[in-house]
């Protein structure tokens, strides 16, 4: 059972996860680590059932997975007949409200956030009482001195989410770098299964040139059936608050962003949250943090 903090109700939600069943027999039980390691984390296991999530035959899921999870399409530029393939469906775009105010900080997406301050590169938080390191996370120690001792945001996208992720504030995105890795589930049973799960996941990573918040370094970790992270953005071209900058293919996912020291406030709630060990739920372009006052 995974609890969510819901900001509006200021209430404790049940999350509901697509696959429930199959994530805690494939986490938990021998036989099902063993395929995991075996099959279910391989490029080519995902790759195949992206292939099919891009096929026609996939549109028969659309309906029923609407409906199980409750899914509101109003907000969908497409209505649902006009939907090519599931991948089409799951990499949905919307129309979403976003929080212009000068020195306000936006979710890049939707999905469950935790923050925290004062990090500790040695010791990332994956999930509470697991770890990971920030060096292994992007292959490039170089980085370390910059984000040291500053403010780290998880986002994680469950399967149900809006799959696709936005620029954070006004500014120039430098090119994307990528890192080969396995595909996981990111969903908190599987990260406290396995030992520095964001550091064993393909991700890309890119520096963030921002008006408000300083360098700011973005991270987008595949997983299990997520057969493709897709850029959608122009590198070092000047981009606006809420601007996409790419989206998942099917299946869960995790947006990362860490930001220098001193350069941005998270708002309260969230810290709270974070600090009892529950995710808070997030829409793309609502109000998460601020520009920091020195």
Not at 133 to 141: E, M, R, V
Not at 167 to 177: L, M, W
Not at 267 to 292: L, P, R, Y
């Amino acid at each position: 059972m995974i609890i969510v903090y819901n900001r509006e109700t200021k209430t404790y939600e049940t999350e509901q996860v697509a696959g429930n069943t199959y994530l805690k027999w494939t986490y938990s039980s021998p036989v099902g680590m063993k395929l995991l390691e075996l099959i279910v984390k391989k490029k080519l296991f995902s790759k195949l059932y992206g292939f099919f999530c891009d096929s026609k035959i996939s549109r028969k899921k659309i309906p029923s997975f609407v409906s199980e999870f409750g899914i509101d399409l109003s907000l969908c530029e497409k209505k649902l007949e006009q939907f090519e393939s599931f991948n089409d469906f799951f990499t949905r775009k919307l129309t979403r409200p976003i929080d212009r105010a000068l020195g306000s900080l936006i979710s890049p997406g939707d999905g469950k956030l935790v923050a925290y301050d004062n990090i500790d590169l040695n010791k990332l938080v994956q999930i509470k009482g697991y770890t990971y390191s920030f060096s292994k996370l992007i292959d490039d120690p170089s980085m370390a001195s910059k984000f040291s001792e500053g403010t780290c945001l998880i986002l994680r996208l469950s399967p149900t989410d809006y799959h696709r992720f936005n620029f954070i504030d006004n500014g120039i995105c430098e090119e994307t770098k990528k890192i080969k890795g396995d595909y996981y589930s990111v969903n908190p049973i599987a990260l406290k299964a396995v030992t520095e799960l964001f550091c064993k996941n393909k991700r890309e990573w890119s520096i963030f040139h921002s008006d408000n918040f300083g360098d700011v370094l973005c991270v987008e970790v595949g997983a299990t059936f997520v057969g493709s992270i897709i850029q959608t953005y122009s590198p070092r071209e000047i981009v606006k608050k809420g601007d996409e900058k790419g989206y998942f293919k099917f299946g869960g996912s995790t947006t990362l962003l860490f930001f220098e020291k001193g350069k941005v406030s998270i708002d309260e709630d969230i810290i709270a949250q974070t600090n009892k060990g529950h995710e808070t739920s997030v829409v793309m372009g609502e109000k998460i943090g601020e520009k920091a006052i020195r």
